[in-house]
C-alpha cells in the first residue's frame, strides 16, 4: 500500500538553528513527493516538491532530496526563523493519482 | 480572489442536523478532493473526484457523501451529522500533468454538538 511517516513533534528549535524532520514513505510505483506547510488558522501551502529519485526540491532556504535507495525525502534548512514556525506535511502522490500525507509535525522557532 | 474558496468557514450544528460544505475553485483544474485533519490524525481523505462524471471514496467516507455540481464545484454533506465529524474539512483541487501538486482551501472548522 501508500502510506507517509514523518516525525512526530511537536519541534522546537531557536532562531538560525538548523531542522531537519525525518519523512520515510511506502509506495508502489514511483511516486511524486511533496512538502506542504499549514500557518496557524490557514490551509496547506506547497512548500516544495520532487517527482522522481535523486531530484531535489527547494525553496525559502527549505530543501529535500528524493532518495529512492532509502524511500526517505527529509526537509531541512540550515538556519530558521522565527517565521518559519508552522505544521509541516510530507505527502506523496502515486501512479493514480491520490495523495497520501503524514500525520504532521510542529515547528516553533523561538527568538 | 482566492483559487479554492470554502464555505462557511466556520460551522456549530447539532447532533442530528443535514449540513453541506461548498467548495469552488477558478483554477481550472479537472480533479477535487476532500479532506479532514484531526490532531494527531494529519489529513484523511474522504472523497475524491477526477470530473463531474467521477466520485470516488477515499479511506474514510462513512457518513459523508458528495456532488459535483460542475468543473468548479464540490460540496460535501453530513447527512446525519455527529460529534466525532467535529474537525477541520479541507477542500482541494490538482491538475492534470506530471507535477499534479495540490492547492487548498483555506479550511472549514465545523463543530457537532
Known amino acids: 500500500g501508500n502510506s507517509v511517516t514523518q516525525m512526530e513533534g511537536p519541534v522546537t528549535l531557536s532562531e538560525e538553528a538548523f531542522l531537519t524532520i525525518n519523512c520515510t514513505y511506502t509506495a508502489t510505483g514511483y511516486p511524486s513527493l511533496f512538502w506542504y506547510v499549514q500557518y496557524p488558522g490557514e490551509g496547506l501551502q506547497l512548500l516544495l516538491k520532487?517527482?522522481?529519485?535523486?531530484d531535489k526540491g527547494s525553496n525559502k532556504g527549505f530543501e529535500a532530496t528524493y532518495r529512492k535507495e532509502t524511500t526517505s525525502f527529509h526537509l531541512e534548512k540550515g538556519s530558521v526563523q522565527v517565521s518559519d514556525s508552522a505544521v509541516y506535511f510530507c505527502a506523496l502522490r502515486n501512479t493514480g493519482n491520490q495523495f497520501y500525507f503524514g500525520t504532521g509535525t510542529s515547528l516553533t522557532v523561538i527568538p | 480572489d482566492a483559487d479554492v474558496t470554502q464555505t462557511p468557514r466556520n460551522r456549530i450544528t447539532k447532533t442530528g442536523k443535514r449540513i453541506m460544505l461548498e467548495c469552488s475553485q477558478t483554477k481550472g483544474h479537472d480533479r477535487m478532493y476532500w479532506y479532514r485533519q484531526d490532531p494527531g490524525l494529519g489529513l484523511r481523505l474522504i472523497y475524491y473526484s477526477f470530473d463531474v462524471k467521477d466520485i470516488n471514496k477515499g479511506e474514510i467516507s462513512d457518513g459523508y457523501s458528495v456532488s459535483r455540481q460542475a468543473q468548479a464545484k464540490f460540496s460535501l454533506s453530513l447527512e446525519s451529522a455527529i460529534p466525532n465529524q467535529t474537525a477541520l474539512y479541507f477542500c482541494?483541487?490538482?491538475?492534470?500533468?506530471?507535477?499534479?501538486?495540490?492547492?487548498f482551501g483555506p479550511g472549514t472548522r465545523l463543530t457537532v454538538t
Open positions: 482541494a483541487t490538482s491538475g492534470k500533468g506530471s507535477l499534479g501538486e495540490q492547492y
Open positions: 520532487a517527482t522522481k529519485a535523486d
